[in-house]
């Protein structure tokens, strides 16, 4: 059964009030986005640690920097947008280490595409990320919360502030491009 | 045209095991007692009404205040009286190196002037207006009053001025 948590106003509202307050306000909304923010993460680095060690690195800042987020943008948009920069900083750092066992790929592919049946899903998938990083950041956000995260469109909505119709065209378009990206770049292997 | 197949028909993600809410309230924990100076809200200052209500105030009074200022500023001069001639006198008497010479003739005639309307023909009860010719006659009689024909030649020999013009203006005065 999924929580029902307090709308991201009211959540900052609460911060503003400070001490404890603000404790309690950064607490609820790690337990609101974690799962989102961690998975994001995960996609990218494929294991737990080293997606615990970025997550972290993404709690500290927004906490520590919650005080001067400007209320015009989306939270959640605020909370990617850190995750995502944190997590390309510790995969810039990490190049020179070797890298340590990783996930299973995040898709499965199944047979019948005459272009996908000739590459593995580890492919697939790294060329499926490197498109959504292709995207503006406001469709990628919405293209990972539908996809990966598997929330309807009601959900979305109330989470980005958007209208559901416009995150269906904007859903749509963001799966066109994607197809293209990847298409393209696996017809030049 | 063959239409691509939807690259998305093929792909299926795999389930994602999501974390529990203990896990995060834990990292959160940690992260504060890790972190525990809590910095104050900034607002910036343009974001507080009170700021804008309070600077457009403080226009709307500065702006009030000069206006009424100026207005008191501007002093209404008083009509002073005009100097008596006495006074006159004395203040030529004390600058008299100041005085340009031509300003200085025309002062004495001012009061002199003045002096032939107070006493001959200044009529408190009915005065008539002059004519302008009367006046000028007036005026010449006062300046020449004191000097004849020869002295005014003389005169006007040694600066070397055009004799012959103003013999003849000199007699059609006299």
């Given at each position: 059964m999924k929580i029902k948590y307090p709308d991201d106003n009211e959540l900052l509202n609460l911060f503003d009030q400070g001490t404890s307050f603000s404790e309690k306000a950064f607490t609820i909304i790690t337990k609101k986005y974690g799962n989102q923010l961690y998975w994001q993460i995960r996609r990218i680095t494929k294991n737990h640690e080293q997606t615990n060690d970025v997550l972290q690195n993404v709690l500290v800042k927004v906490w520590t920097n919650l005080n001067t987020?400007?209320?015009?943008?989306?939270?959640?948009?605020?909370?990617?947008?850190?995750?995502?920069n944190e997590t390309l900083n510790f995969l810039e750092k990490e190049k020179r280490h070797a890298s340590i066992d990783t996930d299973d790929s995040i898709i499965e592919i199944m047979a019948g595409h005459e272009v996908l049946d000739r590459f593995s899903a580890d492919k697939i998938s790294e060329l499926l990320l490197k498109?959504?990083?292709?995207?503006?950041?406001k469709q990628a956000v919405i293209f990972q919360l539908k996809y990966f995260e598997d929330l309807k469109y009601s959900e979305i909505s109330e989470q980005l502030g958007t209208s559901e119709g416009a995150l269906k065209a904007s859903y749509f378009h963001a799966v066109q491009k994607i197809q293209h990206f990847v298409l393209n770049e696996l017809n030049h292997l | 045209m063959k239409q691509e197949k939807n690259i998305f028909d093929y792909i299926k993600r795999k389930e994602q095991e999501n974390l529990s809410t203990d896990f995060f309230e834990n990292l959160s924990a940690t992260i504060i007692k890790q972190h525990p100076q809590q910095t104050t809200k900034i607002v910036p200052i343009h974001k507080k009404k009170i700021h804008w209500?309070?600077?457009?105030?403080?226009?709307?009074?500065?702006?009030?205040?000069?206006?009424?200022?100026?207005?008191?500023?501007?002093?209404?001069?008083?009509?002073?009286?005009?100097p008596t001639q006495e006074e006159l006198l004395a203040y030529v008497n004390e600058n008299i190196d100041d005085f340009d010479e031509d300003l200085f003739v025309e002062l004495i005639h001012d009061q002199k002037e003045q002096h032939l309307h107070s006493k001959d023909f200044s009529n408190k009860e009915g005065q008539k207006e002059k004519s302008k010719k009367q006046k000028e006659a007036e005026f010449k009689e006062v300046q020449f009053e004191k000097l004849n024909k020869e002295e005014i030649l003389d005169y006007l020999r040694d600066e070397e001025l055009n004799i012959q013009d103003l013999e003849n203006t000199i007699d059609e005065t006299f």
């Open positions: 987020f400007n209320r015009d943008s989306n939270l959640y948009t605020w909370l990617y947008r850190i995750a995502r498109a959504i990083e292709t995207l503006p950041e | 209500i309070l600077s457009v105030a403080s226009v709307a009074a500065i702006v009030l205040f000069m206006v009424i200022w100026n207005e008191n500023k501007t002093v209404k001069l008083k009509i002073t009286e005009q």
